[in-house]
C-alpha cells in the first residue's frame, strides 16, 4: 500500500492495517525460514508498508498496541 493510501485510512482501518501488516510480516519470516518463499523481496515491502503504518499511526497520536488489545478484548 502506497503512503498516500495509508494518510487517507481513518483510524480504526488504520489500525487494522498495521495488525494486517505485522501478521504479514510474520507469515513471510516463517515461510523464508522453512525455504517456501519464492519472492524474498516481498519480505523487505511487507516491513515498509508496516513501517508507513506505523508512522502514520504515530503522527496521529494513536497508540496501535493499546488499540489492539482493547479490540483483542472486546473479542
Known sequence: MKAGEIHGLDD???????RDARQ??????FQLATGQLENTARVGE????????LT???ARGI???????????DG
Open 63 to 73: 497508540d496501535v498496541e493499546r488499540e489492539l488489545r482493547r479490540q483483542q478484548a
Open 46 to 53: 511487507a516491513k515498509k508498508d508496516l513501517a508507513r503504518g
Open 56 to 58: 502514520v499511526a504515530r
Open 12 to 18: 480504526g482501518r488504520l489500525v487494522e492495517h498495521v
Open 24 to 29: 504479514e510480516v510474520f507469515n513471510l519470516r
